[in-house]
């Protein structure tokens, strides 16, 4: 039986919704904002957003955890995506936390917001003694974000689609 978090909850800023399929106009908006989508892979059409949108609801079904939709507390708004996915690495099967905002949201602390809270969710939830996240060796906003967040660099690597960083958070480290 897969560890279920849930559908819904909130941090100070923010409201989380667990992903559905009503959020393919929302995530088509991110992915085609050019801004947004520098270090995450490139601008994506609908049918990749289609694609994208059916892998992270099977992973909901199978994991009992996954991409959440991020609005503004005060208005409303669609920010942005916070996740906690499964992750392959070096034959271990790992979590992955993960942030995606709107450029208008950039600068405020709302990445450093969310990456908490997937790491308490990851902690206490999933109980999970470490979690990793995978950036572009160029994106140094997400690497302070990662930073601040308590993780630290891990190690370097080269796949399909780039260079990745990845990141470490370990329960318990300084």
């Not at 059409?45 to 994991?63: G, I």
């Not at 099967?93 to 917001?113: N, Q, R, S």
Request: aromatic share 8%; hydrophobic share 40%.
């Amino acid at each position: 039986m897969p560890t279920s978090a849930p559908d819904a909850f909130t941090t100070p800023r923010l409201a989380w919704e667990r992903l559905r399929p009503a959020h393919f106009d929302d995530i088509l908006a991110m992915h085609q904002d050019p801004r947004q989508m520098e270090w995450l892979g490139g601008v994506r059409d609908a049918e990749a957003t289609q694609a994208y949108l059916e892998r992270n609801l099977a992973h909901w079904d199978a994991h009992g955890f996954g991409l959440w939709m991020l609005r503004d507390r005060a208005d409303g708004r669609m920010v942005g995506r916070g996740l906690l996915r499964t992750f392959p690495l070096e034959g271990v099967d790992e979590v992955e936390i993960g942030y995606g905002l709107h450029p208008d949201h950039w600068g405020k602390g709302l990445a450093t917001e969310v990456a908490a809270a997937c790491v308490e969710m990851g902690r206490t939830t999933l109980g999970r003694g470490t979690l990793v996240a995978v950036t572009h060796p160029g994106n140094v906003a997400s690497h302070r974000v990662l930073l601040k967040a308590g993780f630290a660099e891990d190690q370097r690597r080269d796949e399909e689609g780039g260079p990745q960083l990845i990141f470490r958070w370990r329960a318990g480290a300084a």
